[in-house]
Every structure is written in C-alpha cells, then in structure tokens.
C-alpha cells in the first residue's frame, strides 16, 4: 500500500503536478501550506493560508487559490435529485479508524458534517460548497456498507458500523 501521509506532511498529485502539504488548527484558527511541484522548478508554487475562525475550510480555501494560480477551470456538479426513500440507504454511521463519521438523513436530505450532500448518481455525492470533495458508497444489496471520501489525491475510507451509533462521539 503507498502511504501519503508522513511526518506531518500529505503527499499527492494535483493535476498532473505533485503535491506536499500540510494542514493544521486548533483553538480557533486553521491553515494549510501546500507546495505544487512541477517538472520546471521556476514553475513551483506554493500555498499558504491562515485562518483566524476555528470554522474555516483552508483546505478548501488554498486549492481554490492554486486552481486560479495554475489556470485550472472550476468543476461544475451536476446533481440529480434522488427521493428520501433512496437516500435513506446511505445514512449510517462510519469507521475510518478514528473519530467516527456520521451521514444523517435530516428534512428529506443526506448531510455529512452539516453540510447538505449533492447526489450525482452511481452511489457519488458532493458537499454543497465544495466540487472537489467527492463521498462515494460502497452498496451490498440496499444499503451502503463503506463510504469513502476523496479530495485532491487524498481520500478517507470508512466502513459502516453493524449498528448504528448517536452522534455524540
């Protein structure tokens, strides 16, 4: 299995470059320093941001900024509407190792993290501020068993739990 994480560093690629970085926050604030290597090192760049709102996504912040820096077009989602019926086999409880993920079906739409999830068929869904963090199910007849999530070359993989558990943990 390749790792891409090490000593606080996420290895990755990004649209044909390589990608380093490192993510950070705690009491109040968030950052995200990210370096773009290419093949021409006069055509490095590098990334930082700082955020002084605990809530802020600087991860989201600093690839919007390469994207624009790098020339690369925005990604349009188009989202098909699915019925609760439907999404109701995607709402469980996860386990990627460590604190436990939550999908919720709230109001007739799935959430994750609070944030309404766009469907766009074939089991992938996305954020509603965010194209480029994709959640994909894994299904075994009606019900989703793993989710996976993905953003720019790093991707979390999650199994769903037998039972599913209050999201207080």
């Known amino acids: ?43 490095d760049i590098a990334v930082v941001v700082l955020c002084n709102a605990g809530s802020a996504n ?3 912040l600093e690839s ?9 077009p925005e990604k349009v989602i188009d989202e098909v509407e ?19 993920i939550h999908v919720v079906l709230v109001d007739g739409e799935l959430r994750l993290f609070g944030q ?10 996305y954020p509603e501020d ?4 994709s959640i994909t199910f894994e299904l075994e007849g009606d019900r989703a068993v793993a989710l996976r ?9 999650a199994q769903r739990l037998a039972i599913d558990k209050p999201a207080t943990r």
């Open 64 to 72: 919007a900024i390469a994207r624009a820096a790098l020339g690369i």
């Open 116 to 125: 309404r999830l766009r469907a766009t068929g074939n089991h992938v869904f």
């Open 149 to 157: 999530i993905e953003r720019e070359g790093q991707s979390t993989i």
């Open 130 to 133: 965010d194209n480029y963090q």
């Open 1 to 43: 299995k390749t790792l891409t994480y090490g000593y606080g560093l996420s290895v990755s690629s990004f649209h044909g470059r390589a990608k380093i970085g490192h993510a950070g926050g705690i009491n109040g604030f968030r950052s995200q320093i990210s370096w773009y290597l290419d093949d021409d090192p006069a055509s």
């Open 82 to 100: 699915l019925q609760p019926g439907e999404l109701q086999q995607y709402a469980g409880t996860y386990d990627p190792g460590r604190s436990w």
């Open 58 to 60: 600087a991860g989201r």
